[in-house]
């Protein structure tokens, strides 16, 4: 019998995911992993994971399938791994996304070699994505959910051939409706739980706040630079501003002016009129293929630079300078660093990156040829 370690967050998705594998006859051990004291920043569970109500309720439907429950302490993993890549990002002047951080580093990373130790064969969760293996190159896939509204393919890009191979996602071909239909025939306590929205850590979604909470700093004030590099007002700190931004700037103009970049070197943000925030293309690295070994030249793609975005046609090609470039068959709007840009060929996911900065128009006519 194939064991698994089922991570549950205490959430209907990942307590269906554990009851369907123990029906298929998995030996399954519940694990819900301790990431953050929720209760200290004044957590509410209907919008967070991780605190103790979300402990009881796992353990909860555990007790109800009949399978064994444990809590795994990975406190000192997230702070380091997860938090402190945050806070990082955002004083270089980037966006983050927290919740792919703890997918590749806690999820598919420390939890997964915990399941190995424990001799478990694969690791499940209830994201609401496909693995498949390709009959042809051997190579394992990561594609769509049928439900575009939860498909969370893009969150998982980063995912190993390794992990792929050992890592079961059971929800992938059902839709929210009918995962929770599932859990109120079980009757689990979270059948009609709400899905985590916010950042943990950050319940009240003041990143600012929390980050100076978190490093005891003060962001200083600095200057708003127009798009000929005059200054024009003066921002609050650095933190507080994300690219595509127009809310909160405070700055009078005949057009409303958006944050278009950001330099923490001279903690400077520019803003612009909106049309400054098209871009035909990205600089990304970190790049993740998954559906092919190597990238040898211009591939065609659809991207998302945002979670839950429409993908877009683009072009995906190795830069000269290393990464990858991705040049959109139509300009987009607000390409944010820090971010994750994901490709697709159709349904499966060809890999993902990290966005380093939007293309540079010289960027884009010395490739042009190539597209």
Not at 9 to 35: E, N, P, R
Not at 72 to 100: K, L
Not at 158 to 183: F, W, Y
Not at 295 to 314: D, F, K, N
Request: a negative charge; glycine letters at 10%.
């Amino acid at each position: 019998m194939k064991r698994v370690l089922v991570a549950m967050s205490g959430g209907v998705d990942s307590s269906v995911t554990a009851f369907l594998l123990h029906q298929q006859g998995y030996d399954c051990i519940g694990v819900t992993m301790k990431l953050y004291e929720n209760e200290t920043v004044g957590c509410s569970r209907q919008k967070t994971c991780c605190s103790l109500d979300d402990i009881e309720d796992a353990r909860s439907v555990c007790a109800r399938i009949g399978i064994p429950y444990h809590v795994f302490n990975f406190t000192a993993d997230f702070e380091h791994e997860v938090i402190d890549r945050f806070v990082a990002a955002y004083e270089q002047g980037f966006t983050p996304n927290p919740c792919i951080d703890c997918n590749r580093y806690l999820k598919f990373e420390r939890l997964y070699h915990r399941a190995r130790e424990l001799g478990c064969d694969y690791i499940a969760t209830g994201h609401y994505a496909r693995i498949e293996q390709d009959a042809e190159t051997g190579r394992w896939l990561l594609k769509k959910g049928p439900d575009e509204g939860k498909d969370q393919s893009y969150v998982l890009y980063s995912l190993t051939q390794d992990q792929l191979e050992h890592t079961l996602l059971p929800l992938g071909g059902m839709s929210k409706d009918e995962v929770r239909k599932i859990a109120e025939e079980q009757g689990f306590i979270n059948a009609r739980k709400h899905d985590s929205q916010d950042i943990c850590f950050v319940p009240d979604g003041d990143y600012a706040a929390f980050l100076r909470r978190q490093t005891g700093k003060d962001y200083p004030a600095g200057n708003f630079l127009n798009e000929q590099g005059e200054v024009i007002g003066q921002h609050r700190g650095i933190i507080h501003y994300t690219v595509g931004q127009r809310r909160g700037i405070g700055i009078s103009a005949p057009q409303p002016l958006y944050v278009t970049a950001k330099s923490a070197q001279d903690n400077t943000v520019t803003l612009a009129p909106n049309a400054a925030l098209l871009a035909r293309g990205l600089l990304a690295d970190g790049m993740n293929l998954i559906a092919r070994p190597t990238l040898a030249g211009p591939t065609e793609v659809s991207a998302r630079i945002r979670y839950h975005q429409r993908e877009e046609a683009a072009t995906v090609l190795p830069a000269p300078s290393g990464g990858v470039y991705v040049v959109f068959r139509h300009p987009q709007r607000a390409i944010a660093p820090g971010q994750a840009v994901v490709l697709y060929q159709g349904d499966t996911v060809f890999g993902g990156g990290t966005i380093l900065r939007a293309m540079l128009p010289t960027e884009f006519k010395e490739i042009e040829t190539l597209l």
